[in-house]
Structures are given as structure tokens and as C-alpha cells.
């Protein structure tokens, strides 16, 4: 298996424009996350899929942020409008069982200029 | 408090000697815990998982989990310039929700 693949590994990209980032998860798993790295507050959780099913958005820090899972192999994060706050890096990571090890994709980081 | 505390160092070790990382949790009901490895730039891989009080061992890498004292640990033996990114400690409460530190950054020193 190639692992969680995300795209695009790099966004640059202006103050109110709109950016999606995709993920397709491990094959078999489950188990869906999206997370936000930045330096002053590490890893944070966004939003949690449990069989394509949105089971928590807590994290998701604004109605700016959406995130959809139409099937087992793809998810996707927007945001609309962006702002230069947004600026992180952004990791999926899929696991067995929301329980288990989960492993991530190599992220995309976002420049919000 | 921050649920998972993680000391953001440097640690710094000198090539060959024993790297000690540790992290301390605040949720009594975790069960289970992790070990990930973030290289500059790079994602987090998990290099390590324990559920059990007690150690596990895998190749240099040991993990330590004293639930009593809310802490887990993470030994690197014979630590190598490879070794060298952040260790993230996460924790799981049984649920979905890992709770990541910050992260320990160690740098063994050739």
C-alpha cells in the first residue's frame, strides 16, 4: 500500500481565495483524521470521519473550514476564504480503527499570503 | 493544564550514549499510548505503541508506561546523528481522539 497520500504538497496561495486539500486514506481503514501543525501549538485535531461519517469537528476552528468524506478512499478540507492565519501544515491520517496506530500522509503545507 | 506535556528541549546526546524522552498525560483513562518520530519537514511515523504498565522493547527503542504515575517514556539506545527530529508522545482514551505533545526535540551529537 502507498500509504495516506495527500495533494498538493505545497499551496501558496492569496488572502480570501479558496484552497481544498485532498487525502485518500490507507485502503481498509476506517478511520479519517485531519490535523493542523503549527509551531506554537503543535498538532491539533480538526475533524474526525468514522466510516465516511463526520463523528466530531470540534477542532475545526471556524465556519470557514469544511471537510467531506463522500467515500472510504477520499476526503477533503476547505477552506473559504482563507486568511493568513491558516497558514500550517495540514496532515490526514487514516487508522484501522479509530482506537489503533494512525499513520499519516505527508502533509501540505499552506502559505496564505 | 495541557493534557499531553512533552519537554521541548534540545535534548542533547552525545553518538552512542542512552536517550531518555518523556512525556506525562493528565486523563487517568488512557489506555493507550505512542511514540512518533517527526523529521524536519517530514510527517509524523510511528515508531513505537504500548498499552500495558511495564516496558516494551523493539530493536534500541524502549517504551515505559507507569499509569499509576501518569507518565511514558520513550529510551533510545546507542543513539545515532540519524536519531536526531521531535519525538511525539500521544495518547488515546480508547476512543478516536489522540491527544498529541508538543514534542521533544533530540539532536544526538556525532
Known amino acids: 500500500d502507498a500509504g495516506v497520500i495527500q495533494s498538493p504538497r505545497h499551496e501558496v496561495t492569496e488572502m480570501g481565495q479558496e484552497v481544498t486539500l485532498r487525502c485518500k486514506p490507507i485502503s481498509g481503514h476506517n478511520s479519517l483524521f485531519w490535523y493542523r501543525q503549527t509551531m506554537m501549538r503543535g498538532l491539533e485535531l480538526l475533524i474526525y470521519?468514522?466510516?465516511?461519517?463526520?463523528?466530531?469537528d470540534s477542532g475545526m476552528p471556524e465556519d470557514r473550514f469544511s471537510a467531506k468524506m463522500p467515500n472510504a478512499s477520499f476526503s477533503t478540507l476547505k477552506i473559504q476564504p482563507s486568511e493568513p492565519r491558516d497558514s500550517a501544515v495540514y496532515f490526514c491520517?487514516?487508522?484501522?480503527?479509530?482506537?489503533?496506530?494512525?499513520?499519516f500522509g505527508q502533509g501540505t503545507r499552506l502559505t496564505v499570503v | 493544564q495541557k493534557e499531553v506535556e512533552q519537554n521541548s528541549g534540545p535534548l542533547s546526546v552525545p553518538e552512542g550514549a542512552i536517550a531518555s524522552l518523556n512525556c506525562t498525560y493528565s486523563?487517568?483513562?488512557?489506555?493507550?499510548f505512542f511514540w512518533y518520530r517527526q523529521y524536519s519537514g517530514k510527517s509524523p511515523e510511528l515508531i513505537m505503541f504500548i498499552y500495558s504498565n511495564g516496558d516494551k522493547e523493539d530493536g534500541r527503542f524502549t517504551a515505559q508506561l507507569n499509569k499509576a504515575s501518569q507518565y511514558v517514556s520513550l529510551l533510545i539506545r546507542d543513539s545515532q546523528p540519524s536519531d536526531s527530529a521531535t519525538y511525539l508522545c500521544?495518547?488515546?482514551?480508547?476512543?478516536?481522539?489522540?491527544?498529541f505533545g508538543t514534542g521533544t526535540r533530540l539532536k544526538v551529537l556525532a
Open positions: 491520517a487514516s487508522s484501522l480503527r479509530g482506537s489503533t496506530e494512525a499513520f
Open positions: 470521519f468514522n466510516n465516511n461519517v463526520p463523528i466530531d
Open positions: 486523563d487517568r483513562g488512557s489506555q493507550s
Open positions: 500521544a495518547v488515546n482514551s480508547g476512543t478516536y481522539k489522540y491527544i
